[in-house]
Protein backbone atom coordinates (compact mmCIF):
# COMPACT_ATOMS: atom_id res chain seq x y z
CA UNK A 1 0.00 0.00 0.00
CA UNK A 2 1.26 3.75 -0.86
CA UNK A 3 0.33 7.07 -0.29
CA UNK A 4 -0.41 8.40 -3.34
CA UNK A 5 -0.67 12.25 -4.13
CA UNK A 6 -3.04 12.32 -7.33
CA UNK A 7 -2.80 15.83 -9.01
CA UNK A 8 -5.45 16.58 -11.75
CA UNK A 9 -7.48 13.57 -10.49
CA UNK A 10 -10.95 14.28 -10.73
CA UNK A 11 -10.91 14.81 -14.43
CA UNK A 12 -11.84 12.37 -16.92
CA UNK A 13 -8.17 10.52 -17.07
CA UNK A 14 -7.59 10.73 -13.10
CA UNK A 15 -11.17 8.87 -12.33
CA UNK A 16 -9.57 6.21 -14.22
CA UNK A 17 -6.51 6.27 -12.24
CA UNK A 18 -8.02 7.18 -9.04
CA UNK A 19 -10.05 4.19 -9.21
CA UNK A 20 -7.08 1.39 -10.55
CA UNK A 21 -5.08 2.43 -7.40
CA UNK A 22 -8.30 1.78 -5.53
CA UNK A 23 -8.59 -1.30 -6.88
CA UNK A 24 -5.66 -2.43 -5.08
CA UNK A 25 -5.55 -1.01 -2.08
CA UNK A 26 -3.73 2.34 -2.56
CA UNK A 27 -4.67 5.58 -0.39
CA UNK A 28 -5.41 7.76 -3.37
CA UNK A 29 -5.69 11.73 -2.04
CA UNK A 30 -7.34 13.85 -5.06
CA UNK A 31 -7.07 17.68 -4.12
CA UNK A 32 -9.78 20.25 -5.74
CA UNK A 33 -11.31 23.38 -5.62
CA UNK A 34 -14.49 21.89 -6.61
CA UNK A 35 -15.47 18.90 -4.97
CA UNK A 36 -18.39 18.61 -6.99
CA UNK A 37 -16.44 17.69 -9.51
CA UNK A 38 -14.96 14.99 -7.62
CA UNK A 39 -17.99 13.43 -5.55
CA UNK A 40 -18.33 10.08 -7.53
CA UNK A 41 -14.23 9.37 -6.45
CA UNK A 42 -16.04 9.53 -2.72
CA UNK A 43 -17.06 6.01 -3.54
CA UNK A 44 -13.75 4.80 -3.65
CA UNK A 45 -12.98 3.31 -0.35
CA UNK A 46 -9.30 4.44 -0.44
CA UNK A 47 -9.43 7.42 -1.80
CA UNK A 48 -9.91 11.13 -0.05
CA UNK A 49 -11.15 14.38 -1.98
CA UNK A 50 -9.60 17.17 -0.21
CA UNK A 51 -10.71 20.94 -0.92
CA UNK A 52 -7.22 22.37 -1.99
CA UNK A 53 -5.59 25.06 -4.37
CA UNK A 54 -2.73 23.30 -5.70
CA UNK A 55 -1.27 26.19 -7.54
CA UNK A 56 -0.70 28.03 -4.11
CA UNK A 57 2.99 26.50 -3.43
CA UNK A 58 2.44 25.83 0.46
CA UNK A 59 -0.62 24.10 -0.11
CA UNK A 60 0.73 21.93 -2.78
CA UNK A 61 3.92 21.59 -0.33
CA UNK A 62 2.17 20.45 2.31
CA UNK A 63 -0.10 18.14 0.48
CA UNK A 64 3.32 16.21 -1.25
CA UNK A 65 5.59 15.99 2.16
CA UNK A 66 2.93 13.43 3.39
CA UNK A 67 2.67 11.42 0.36
CA UNK A 68 4.91 8.21 -1.29
CA UNK A 69 4.07 8.86 -5.01
CA UNK A 70 3.03 11.74 -7.04
CA UNK A 71 1.17 11.79 -10.10
CA UNK A 72 0.58 15.32 -12.13
CA UNK A 73 -2.53 14.87 -14.35
CA UNK A 74 -2.46 18.64 -14.62
CA UNK A 75 -3.09 20.02 -18.11
CA UNK A 76 -5.06 22.32 -20.47
CA UNK A 77 -5.97 22.63 -24.39
CA UNK A 78 -6.09 26.23 -24.38
CA UNK A 79 -5.02 28.92 -22.14
CA UNK A 80 -1.66 30.25 -19.95
CA UNK A 81 0.31 26.88 -21.12
CA UNK A 82 3.40 28.27 -19.30
CA UNK A 83 2.00 28.57 -16.16
CA UNK A 84 0.10 24.86 -16.74
CA UNK A 85 2.63 23.09 -18.25
CA UNK A 86 6.05 24.41 -17.60
CA UNK A 87 6.46 26.00 -14.15
CA UNK A 88 3.60 23.91 -12.22
CA UNK A 89 5.17 20.77 -12.96
CA UNK A 90 8.76 22.45 -12.66
CA UNK A 91 7.27 23.10 -8.84
CA UNK A 92 6.04 20.08 -8.24
CA UNK A 93 9.12 18.34 -8.87
CA UNK A 94 10.97 20.53 -6.58
CA UNK A 95 8.50 19.74 -3.74
CA UNK A 96 8.84 16.37 -4.44
CA UNK A 97 12.78 16.43 -4.16
CA UNK A 98 12.61 18.39 -1.43
CA UNK A 99 10.40 15.56 0.44
CA UNK A 100 12.44 12.23 -0.96
CA UNK A 101 9.23 11.26 -2.51
CA UNK A 102 9.98 8.01 -3.89
CA UNK A 103 8.07 8.33 -7.44
CA UNK A 104 6.41 11.38 -9.58
CA UNK A 105 4.84 10.35 -12.47
CA UNK A 106 4.72 12.99 -15.25
CA UNK A 107 1.95 13.11 -17.84
CA UNK A 108 3.04 14.74 -20.73
CA UNK A 109 1.81 14.06 -24.40
CA UNK A 110 2.61 12.56 -27.88
CA UNK A 111 4.78 14.88 -29.67
CA UNK A 112 5.72 17.30 -26.92
CA UNK A 113 8.62 19.05 -27.93
CA UNK A 114 10.23 22.46 -27.45
CA UNK A 115 10.50 23.16 -31.59
CA UNK A 116 6.97 21.94 -31.91
CA UNK A 117 4.25 24.20 -33.89
CA UNK A 118 1.88 25.05 -31.48
CA UNK A 119 2.24 26.30 -28.13
CA UNK A 120 0.51 23.46 -26.17
CA UNK A 121 3.23 21.33 -27.99
CA UNK A 122 6.06 23.55 -27.10
CA UNK A 123 5.24 23.93 -23.46
CA UNK A 124 4.69 20.12 -22.89
CA UNK A 125 7.89 19.87 -24.44
CA UNK A 126 9.60 22.41 -21.77
CA UNK A 127 7.82 21.20 -18.41
CA UNK A 128 9.48 17.55 -19.93
CA UNK A 129 13.11 19.35 -19.84
CA UNK A 130 12.55 21.37 -16.77
CA UNK A 131 11.08 17.68 -14.79
CA UNK A 132 13.78 16.34 -16.57
CA UNK A 133 16.79 19.09 -15.18
CA UNK A 134 15.13 18.39 -11.35
CA UNK A 135 15.44 15.07 -11.10
CA UNK A 136 19.09 14.56 -12.53
CA UNK A 137 20.21 17.67 -10.53
CA UNK A 138 18.32 16.20 -7.39
CA UNK A 139 18.37 12.09 -7.79
CA UNK A 140 14.27 12.63 -7.97
CA UNK A 141 12.69 9.00 -9.42
CA UNK A 142 10.68 10.18 -12.17
CA UNK A 143 8.78 8.36 -15.19
CA UNK A 144 7.11 10.43 -17.63
CA UNK A 145 3.85 9.23 -20.14
CA UNK A 146 3.53 10.32 -23.51
CA UNK A 147 -0.34 9.22 -24.35
CA UNK A 148 -2.29 10.11 -27.72
CA UNK A 149 -5.44 11.38 -27.58
CA UNK A 150 -7.14 9.44 -24.78
CA UNK A 151 -10.92 7.62 -25.48
CA UNK A 152 -13.06 6.23 -22.73
CA UNK A 153 -17.03 6.67 -21.82
CA UNK A 154 -16.50 10.23 -19.90
CA UNK A 155 -14.34 11.23 -23.32
CA UNK A 156 -14.51 14.81 -24.87
CA UNK A 157 -13.19 13.64 -27.84
CA UNK A 158 -15.32 10.58 -29.20
CA UNK A 159 -18.24 12.37 -27.27
CA UNK A 160 -17.84 15.81 -28.54
CA UNK A 161 -18.02 13.99 -32.16
CA UNK A 162 -21.23 12.33 -31.20
CA UNK A 163 -22.61 15.31 -29.88
CA UNK A 164 -22.19 16.77 -33.04
CA UNK A 165 -23.10 14.19 -35.60
CA UNK A 166 -26.51 14.16 -33.06
CA UNK A 167 -27.47 17.79 -33.84
CA UNK A 168 -25.65 18.16 -37.53
CA UNK A 169 -26.56 16.52 -40.71
CA UNK A 170 -23.22 17.97 -42.16
CA UNK A 171 -20.31 17.81 -40.37
CA UNK A 172 -17.15 20.37 -41.96
CA UNK A 173 -14.20 18.72 -40.50
CA UNK A 174 -11.16 20.51 -40.26
CA UNK A 175 -7.87 18.97 -40.64
CA UNK A 176 -9.26 15.98 -41.58
CA UNK A 177 -6.04 13.92 -42.64
CA UNK A 178 -4.33 14.72 -38.95
CA UNK A 179 -3.59 10.89 -37.59
CA UNK A 180 -3.84 9.77 -34.03
CA UNK A 181 -3.53 6.72 -32.37
CA UNK A 182 -6.19 6.87 -29.55
CA UNK A 183 -6.01 4.88 -26.24
CA UNK A 184 -8.24 3.40 -24.29
CA UNK A 185 -8.27 5.14 -21.03
CA UNK A 186 -8.36 2.16 -19.01
CA UNK A 187 -4.75 1.30 -20.67
CA UNK A 188 -3.51 4.47 -19.86
CA UNK A 189 -4.30 4.04 -16.16
CA UNK A 190 -3.24 0.24 -16.23
CA UNK A 191 0.40 1.46 -17.34
CA UNK A 192 0.60 4.46 -14.84
CA UNK A 193 -0.47 2.11 -11.98
CA UNK A 194 1.92 -0.59 -13.19
CA UNK A 195 4.73 1.77 -13.79
CA UNK A 196 4.71 3.11 -9.69
CA UNK A 197 6.31 -0.44 -8.79
CA UNK A 198 8.63 -1.19 -11.41
CA UNK A 199 12.11 0.23 -11.00
CA UNK A 200 13.35 -0.54 -14.43
CA UNK A 201 11.07 2.59 -15.84
CA UNK A 202 12.29 5.32 -13.63
CA UNK A 203 14.29 8.05 -15.86
CA UNK A 204 11.95 6.19 -18.82
CA UNK A 205 9.56 8.36 -21.22
CA UNK A 206 6.93 6.00 -22.59
CA UNK A 207 4.49 6.38 -25.27
CA UNK A 208 0.90 5.19 -24.43
CA UNK A 209 -0.85 4.80 -28.02
CA UNK A 210 -3.57 2.27 -29.13
CA UNK A 211 -2.93 -0.49 -32.02
CA UNK A 212 -3.90 1.21 -35.16
CA UNK A 213 -3.57 5.19 -36.83
CA UNK A 214 -6.65 6.98 -37.39
CA UNK A 215 -7.33 9.83 -39.78
CA UNK A 216 -9.67 12.38 -38.13
CA UNK A 217 -12.02 11.89 -40.74
CA UNK A 218 -11.81 7.37 -39.80
CA UNK A 219 -12.80 8.78 -36.09
CA UNK A 220 -15.72 10.52 -36.83
CA UNK A 221 -17.01 8.34 -39.63
CA UNK A 222 -16.63 5.70 -36.94
CA UNK A 223 -18.49 7.68 -34.32
CA UNK A 224 -21.12 8.14 -37.22
CA UNK A 225 -21.38 4.40 -37.89
CA UNK A 226 -22.31 3.76 -34.28
CA UNK A 227 -24.77 6.66 -33.91
CA UNK A 228 -26.83 4.51 -36.67
CA UNK A 229 -27.19 8.04 -38.27
CA UNK A 230 -26.61 8.75 -41.85
CA UNK A 231 -24.45 12.44 -41.85
CA UNK A 232 -22.12 13.59 -44.59
CA UNK A 233 -18.03 14.79 -43.90
CA UNK A 234 -16.64 17.80 -45.50
CA UNK A 235 -13.27 17.81 -45.16
CA UNK A 236 -12.22 21.26 -44.82
CA UNK A 237 -8.15 22.44 -46.16
CA UNK A 238 -6.06 24.25 -44.38
CA UNK A 239 -7.25 27.78 -44.62
CA UNK A 240 -11.15 27.07 -43.92
CA UNK A 241 -9.65 24.60 -40.78
CA UNK A 242 -7.97 27.76 -39.57
CA UNK A 243 -10.68 30.04 -40.00
CA UNK A 244 -12.80 27.10 -38.23
CA UNK A 245 -10.96 27.35 -35.31
CA UNK A 246 -11.14 30.90 -35.06
CA UNK A 247 -14.44 30.82 -34.77
CA UNK A 248 -14.66 28.49 -33.16
CA UNK A 249 -12.02 30.22 -30.25
CA UNK A 250 -14.63 32.61 -29.42
CA UNK A 251 -18.02 29.70 -28.61
CA UNK A 252 -18.45 28.58 -25.11
CA UNK A 253 -15.92 25.98 -24.13
CA UNK A 254 -13.39 27.01 -26.81
CA UNK A 255 -13.84 23.36 -28.80
CA UNK A 256 -11.27 24.44 -31.18
CA UNK A 257 -8.51 26.87 -31.43
CA UNK A 258 -6.03 27.70 -33.70
CA UNK A 259 -3.28 26.35 -31.52
CA UNK A 260 -5.33 22.78 -31.67
CA UNK A 261 -5.09 22.65 -35.57
CA UNK A 262 -1.26 23.76 -35.40
CA UNK A 263 -0.51 20.81 -32.88
CA UNK A 264 -2.36 18.51 -35.44
CA UNK A 265 0.46 19.46 -37.50
CA UNK A 266 2.36 16.62 -35.63
CA UNK A 267 1.10 13.44 -36.38
CA UNK A 268 -0.39 12.22 -32.89
CA UNK A 269 1.02 8.61 -33.23
CA UNK A 270 4.67 7.27 -32.27
CA UNK A 271 6.85 5.22 -34.10
CA UNK A 272 6.94 3.26 -31.12
CA UNK A 273 3.87 0.91 -29.72
CA UNK A 274 1.93 0.71 -26.24
CA UNK A 275 5.37 -0.32 -24.37
CA UNK A 276 5.17 -4.43 -23.81
CA UNK A 277 5.36 -4.33 -19.58
CA UNK A 278 2.44 -3.35 -19.50
CA UNK A 279 0.46 -5.44 -21.30
CA UNK A 280 -1.51 -4.53 -24.69
CA UNK A 281 -3.36 -1.80 -25.55
CA UNK A 282 -7.44 -2.56 -26.64
CA UNK A 283 -8.91 -1.94 -30.12
CA UNK A 284 -11.02 1.30 -29.87
CA UNK A 285 -13.63 -0.59 -31.98
CA UNK A 286 -14.30 -3.33 -29.61
CA UNK A 287 -13.97 -1.13 -26.20
CA UNK A 288 -16.15 1.36 -27.57
CA UNK A 289 -19.05 -1.16 -28.79
CA UNK A 290 -18.53 -3.12 -25.14
CA UNK A 291 -18.90 0.02 -22.58
CA UNK A 292 -21.71 1.72 -25.07
CA UNK A 293 -24.00 -1.12 -24.95
CA UNK A 294 -22.85 -3.14 -21.57
CA UNK A 295 -22.79 0.42 -19.43
CA UNK A 296 -20.81 -1.01 -17.15
CA UNK A 297 -17.81 1.23 -18.38
CA UNK A 298 -16.26 4.81 -16.50
CA UNK A 299 -18.41 5.54 -13.30
CA UNK A 300 -21.32 3.22 -13.59
CA UNK A 301 -18.22 0.79 -12.28
CA UNK A 302 -18.05 2.33 -9.18
CA UNK A 303 -21.16 1.22 -8.15
CA UNK A 304 -19.29 -2.29 -7.13
CA UNK A 305 -17.13 -0.22 -4.58
CA UNK A 306 -20.14 1.04 -2.83
CA UNK A 307 -21.53 -2.58 -2.53
CA UNK A 308 -17.93 -3.70 -1.56
CA UNK A 309 -18.26 -6.66 -3.92
CA UNK A 310 -14.80 -6.80 -5.83
CA UNK A 311 -14.80 -5.38 -9.43
CA UNK A 312 -14.41 -8.93 -11.28
CA UNK A 313 -16.48 -11.03 -9.72
CA UNK A 314 -19.84 -8.85 -10.05
CA UNK A 315 -20.75 -10.73 -12.93
CA UNK A 316 -19.03 -14.11 -12.41
CA UNK A 317 -21.58 -16.92 -12.24
CA UNK A 318 -20.80 -17.89 -8.28
CA UNK A 319 -21.64 -14.03 -7.64
CA UNK A 320 -25.73 -14.26 -6.95
CA UNK A 321 -27.39 -10.53 -6.67
Same mark, same amino acid.
Request: with cysteine; net charge positive.
Given at each position: ?????? !???? %????? +?? $? =?????? #??? *? /? &??????????????????????????????????????????????????????????????????????????????????????????? !???? %????? +?? $? =?????? #??? *? /? &??????????????????????????????????????????????????????????????????????????????????????????????? %?????????????? #???? /?????????????????????????????????????????????????????????????????
Amino acid at each position: MKKILL !LGGS %GFIGS +AI $A =EALAKR #GDF *V /T &VPTRDRERAKHLLLLPTCEVVSANIRDPDTLDNLIRNHDVVINLVGILNGDFESVHVAFPALVAECCARHHVQRLVHISAIGADVGGPSQY !LRSK %GRGEA +AV $A =EIAERT #GLA *V /T &VFRPSVVYGEHDKFLNMFMGLVKFFPVIPLGSPEATFQVVWVQDVARAVTMAIDLPQTIGKTYPLVGPKVYTLRQLIEFVIQISGKRRMVVGLGA %GLSALQATVFEFLP #GKIM /TRDNVASMRTPNTSSEPFPAIFGQPAAMEDTVYAYMHAGSGGRGRYQHFREGIPADSRHSPDHKS
